[in-house]
């Protein structure tokens, strides 16, 4: 007999692909994260995380209400996500499959759920392998075809999917991003500096570095305004993913840059937390962005931001940032010396950066997933 679907105030018992927890999550394993805290947290609804493989150590999963499975790991992870997730799936009784990643099982007799963040492997395939992009494509096609309903984490990617897929528009909903309820409490500014040995101005960018966020472009602008400002630092954080490859580094190096710019990869919840406090100003150069969370971070911890003017960040962050045309390292280093040197504009950007910053909630983007994972319960596969 088949259980009739879940009524309004029921508690969920959600299942997740959970693999953005492993490894070493960026922004997607931090959005996973905050979503599970507050499931758990406001509603006593029992989570199922899958793991394709060992579980990661993570706070998050320490809670009564969560139940980890590790599945037996199959490589690739599409081949893990279209064969054991389903199987496991389907024994564990779940009212809904939450896929927060961009794809979801696509043969399922249960409702899914799934997060495209946005749609750069179709607006800037060059950014991409031949294969590799064509998988994505095909992938997230299918899995938007197969979800009861599509989130997705600004208004810009909801205008996407809706041109790309139009008969899928009724089923998409745009939840925003909260702030940084996932970082560590701020440490002291003048000791997080001593612990970089950092001796003058302080130039932060944080994400993984695809092509299209233009780490060549900043890279130019820095060795532009060391002319005015010839102590200060730039450090990238985050792993360096361009294709076709930039090497960073060696233009770095061309530009006479190496002492001034450090590439520090992945780093730690305390080592970001130590970067945010240590900056003066933070720069998020992309050509195309869901969201942009790493500037609204930055905005939480009051650092005044820079960001190009392109989408999403021209229309997430309108007001509460500077913002430069993409290409031109010359208003880069001219916006940057702008914020070193403009107290009064830098207390401003700093005010409506924390203004925005406020304005988003993990709580309520929860609120809102539960309340799109909890429709689609109702409503079946």
Same mark, same amino acid.
């Given at each position: 007999?088949?259980?009739?679907?879940?009524?309004?105030?029921? /508690?969920?018992?959600?299942?997740?692909?959970?693999?953005?927890?492993?490894?070493?999550?960026?922004?997607?394993?931090?959005?996973?994260?905050?979503?599970?805290? /507050?499931?758990?947290?406001?509603?006593?609804?029992?989570?199922? !995380?899958?793991?394709?493989?060992?579980?990661? /150590?993570?706070?998050?999963?320490?809670?009564?209400?969560?139940?980890?499975?590790?599945?037996?790991?199959?490589?690739?992870?599409?081949?893990?996500?279209?064969?054991?997730?389903?199987?496991?799936?389907?024994?564990?009784?779940?009212?809904?499959?939450?896929?927060?990643?961009?794809?979801?099982?696509?043969?399922?007799?249960?409702?899914?759920?799934?997060?495209?963040?946005?749609?750069?492997?179709?607006?800037?395939?060059?950014?991409?392998?031949?294969?590799?992009?064509?998988?994505?494509?095909?992938?997230?096609?299918?899995?938007?075809?197969?979800?009861?309903?599509?989130?997705?984490?600004?208004?810009?990617?909801?205008?996407?999917?809706?041109?790309?897929?139009?008969?899928?528009?009724?089923?998409?909903?745009?939840?925003?991003?909260?702030?940084?309820?996932?970082?560590?409490?701020?440490?002291?500014?003048?000791?997080?500096?001593?612990?970089?040995?950092?001796?003058?101005?302080?130039?932060?960018?944080?994400?993984?570095?695809?092509?299209?966020?233009?780490?060549?472009?900043?890279?130019?602008?820095?060795?532009?305004?060391?002319?005015?400002?010839?102590?200060?630092?730039?450090?990238?954080?985050?792993?360096?993913?361009?294709?076709?490859?930039?090497?960073?580094? !060696?233009?770095?190096?061309?530009?006479?840059?190496?002492?001034?710019?450090?590439?520090?990869?992945?780093?730690?919840?305390?080592?970001?937390?130590?970067?945010?406090? !240590?900056?003066?100003?933070?720069?998020?150069?992309?050509?195309?962005?869901?969201?942009?969370?790493?500037?609204?971070?930055?905005?939480?911890?009051?650092?005044?931001?820079?960001?190009?003017?392109?989408?999403?960040?021209?229309?997430?962050? =309108?007001?509460?940032?500077?913002?430069?045309?993409?290409?031109?390292?010359?208003?880069?280093?001219?916006?940057?010396?702008?914020?070193?040197?403009?107290?009064?504009?830098?207390?401003?950007?700093? !005010?409506?950066?924390?203004?925005?910053?406020?304005?988003?909630?993990?709580?309520? =983007?929860?609120?809102?997933?539960?309340?799109?994972?909890? =429709?689609?319960?109702?409503?079946?596969?």
């Amino acid at each position: 007999m088949t259980p009739s679907p879940p009524q309004p105030g029921d /508690a969920l018992r959600i299942g997740v692909d959970a693999r953005e927890l492993t490894g070493r999550p960026t922004g997607t394993g931090r959005y996973l994260r905050n979503l599970l805290r /507050a499931f758990t947290r406001d509603h006593g609804d029992t989570v199922v !995380a899958y793991f394709n493989g060992d579980a990661p /150590a993570d706070a998050v999963l320490d809670h009564p209400n969560v139940v980890v499975r590790a599945l037996p790991r199959a490589r690739p992870g599409l081949l893990w996500q279209q064969h054991r997730l389903p199987a496991a799936a389907r024994r564990d009784a779940l009212d809904v499959l939450f896929c927060p990643a961009y794809t979801c099982p696509w043969a399922l007799d249960l409702p899914r759920v799934t997060t495209v963040h946005d749609l750069s492997f179709y607006a800037l395939p060059g950014d991409f392998t031949w294969r590799e992009g064509l998988r994505r494509r095909l992938s997230v096609a299918l899995s938007v075809r197969a979800s009861r309903r599509v989130l997705t984490v600004s208004e810009f990617s909801r205008r996407e999917l809706c041109l790309r897929f139009p008969e899928a528009a009724p089923r998409i909903v745009s939840i925003p991003h909260g702030a940084d309820d996932d970082l560590l409490p701020p440490p002291d500014r003048e000791a997080a500096r001593a612990r970089l040995a950092l001796d003058g101005p302080f130039v932060l960018t944080v994400g993984t570095v695809f092509g299209r966020r233009r780490l060549p472009v900043l890279l130019r602008a820095i060795a532009l305004l060391r002319r005015r400002h010839p102590r200060v630092r730039l450090e990238v954080v985050g792993d360096l993913r361009s294709h076709p490859p930039r090497n960073g580094p !060696a233009l770095a190096a061309r530009l006479g840059l190496t002492r001034a710019v450090r590439y520090t990869g992945f780093t730690s919840e305390a080592g970001l937390a130590d970067r945010y406090a !240590a900056a003066d100003v933070a720069v998020f150069l992309s050509e195309y962005e869901g969201f942009g969370l790493p500037a609204l971070e930055a905005m939480a911890r009051g650092v005044p931001v820079v960001v190009s003017d392109r989408p999403a960040q021209d229309e997430v962050f =309108a007001g509460a940032a500077l913002e430069v045309p993409l290409e031109d390292e010359a208003a880069l280093a001219g916006a940057l010396a702008r914020v070193l040197e403009d107290a009064a504009l830098r207390r401003d950007l700093v !005010a409506r950066g924390s203004a925005l910053a406020a304005r988003h909630s993990w709580a309520e =983007a929860a609120r809102l997933t539960r309340d799109a994972l909890a =429709a689609a319960a109702r409503e079946g596969p």
